[in-house]
């Protein structure tokens, strides 16, 4: 078998995500409407500086098991970017971990001027009430990877 043909065909993108929250709730999403399953694992790869955000913020809103999420950081991280990480990332999703009120709110608002609908939950039905969740406390309904 041709791994490059491999790889090309196992490659897709996920393109309404306007956040971090998103990005990995949208994927996990993607990965459901592409396989027709969820995923076992979870790796994100991103600046080594965002991986408490993913992992003790992101993975956690999800109660996606911390045992099944690994996070690799590539690239460099300016203090400046470690200092921005804290006040304008962690610090709010701490205390909104959906991004639905406030400065996160805002923020996604501002990256879709447009106004483009995500088609989501459409394809992964089972995270409908996460999708719809807004609170400053965890999501507590079924998930399709509770235990």
């Given at each position: 078998q041709d791994s490059h043909i491999a790889v090309k065909d196992r490659v897709h993108t996920e393109e309404f995500a306007r956040d971090s929250f998103q990005n990995l709730l949208f994927s996990?999403?993607?990965?459901?409407?592409?396989?027709?399953?969820y995923p076992?694992?979870?790796?994100?790869?991103?600046?080594?500086?965002?991986?408490n955000r993913f992992r003790d913020l992101h993975r956690?809103?999800?109660r996606y098991p911390v045992d099944?999420?690994?996070?690799?950081?590539?690239?460099d991280s300016t203090p400046e970017?470690?200092?921005?990480?804290?006040r304008n990332s962690v610090v709010p999703f701490t205390s909104d971990p959906y991004g639905c009120h406030g400065s996160l709110e805002a923020k996604r608002r501002g990256r879709n001027p447009w106004n483009v609908a995500?088609?989501?939950?459409?394809?992964?039905?089972?995270?409908?009430g996460l999708f719809e969740y807004c609170?400053?406390?965890?999501y507590q309904g079924p998930l399709p990877w509770d235990a």
């Open positions: 996990v999403c993607r990965f459901r409407q592409l396989t027709l399953s076992a694992r979870i790796t994100v790869v991103s600046l080594p500086f965002k991986e956690k809103a999800l099944r999420f690994s996070f690799v950081g590539v690239g970017a470690v200092t921005g990480e804290q995500t088609p989501y939950p459409k394809g992964c039905e089972e995270l409908a609170s400053d406390g965890f």
